[in-house]
């Protein structure tokens, strides 16, 4: 089985920061890395796939980079839109499962 | 793009359910299905995929899930299905109808859940 892990579970910072969530794969992955964001009691939102490519609609202040085992996903400067907690996902046709979820990255207000 | 889940309930340990996912706004046969679950406070974990026609709707579970779960589709009412059985009280999560979008060069290597529903809330307790 693949493994996703993210660092940090939960983050705190201030409108205008920039910030980052790490998410680590336990094997390579090539680029095939989703991001999600999820506001409480709301469905996930898909922000980013294969690894750097923007969903349309979704704000240029979100990025993403990585390849293989480690990904980023980056905020440029935190809006009050943003917090929320934020979920990377992994494809692997190779070995079950087939979808990897991270355990999620809780971004709050310092 | 919207996709409308329906049938969650609070069921007792041992029965089984039917969830609803209702699609419109898109080609509903062009694309995968599956569903998301999240037990209260805590993470994604995906259930179940189904691919196309073309595809030949194959069909994927979670381990958790394998021989209790059965996902199915009818393109013709653009509707996918989650049939439960033998439910446990782990089972209690909201349930995500998704939408899978595939990144396809000479193989497709890369899938992902470009839509997701409002959920349906599966409660499994006696």
């Known amino acids: 089985d693949i493994q996703m892990t993210q660092s940090p579970s939960t983050l705190s910072a201030s409108i205008g920061d920039r910030v980052t969530i790490t998410c680590r794969a336990s094997?390579?992955?090539?680029?095939?890395l989703a991001w999600y964001q999820q506001k409480p009691g709301k469905a996930p939102k898909l922000l980013i796939y294969?690894?750097?490519i923007l969903e349309s609609g979704v704000p240029s202040r979100f990025s993403g980079s990585g390849s293989g085992t480690e990904f980023t996903l980056t905020i440029a400067s935190l809006q009050p839109d943003d917090f929320a907690t934020y979920y990377c996902?992994?494809?692997?046709?190779?070995?079950?499962?087939?979808?990897?979820f991270g355990p999620g990255t809780r971004v709050d207000i310092k | 793009v919207q996709l409308v889940e329906s049938g969650g309930d609070l069921v007792q340990p041992g029965r089984s359910l039917r969830l609803s996912c209702t699609a419109s706004?898109?080609?509903?046969?062009?694309?995968?299905m599956g569903w998301v679950r999240q037990a209260p406070g805590k993470g994604l974990e995906w259930v179940a995929f189904?691919?196309?026609?073309?595809?030949?709707?194959?069909?994927d579970y979670a381990a958790s899930v394998r021989g209790r779960l059965s996902i199915s589709r009818d393109d013709s009412r653009a509707i996918v299905y989650l049939e439960m059985n033998s439910l446990k009280s782990d089972d209690t999560a909201m349930y995500y109808c998704?939408?899978?979008?595939?990144?396809?060069?000479?193989?497709?290597?890369?899938?992902?859940?470009?839509?997701w529903g409002q959920g349906t809330l599966i409660t499994v307790s006696s």
């Open positions: 294969k690894a750097s």
């Open positions: 706004g898109f080609r509903f046969g062009d694309y995968g």
């Open positions: 996902q992994q494809y692997n046709s190779y070995s079950p499962p087939l979808f990897t």
């Open positions: 094997q390579s992955i090539s680029a095939w």
């Open positions: 189904i691919e196309t026609k073309a595809y030949r709707e194959t069909t």
């Open positions: 998704t939408r899978i979008r595939r990144q396809c060069g000479g193989v497709c290597s890369f899938y992902y859940f470009d839509y």
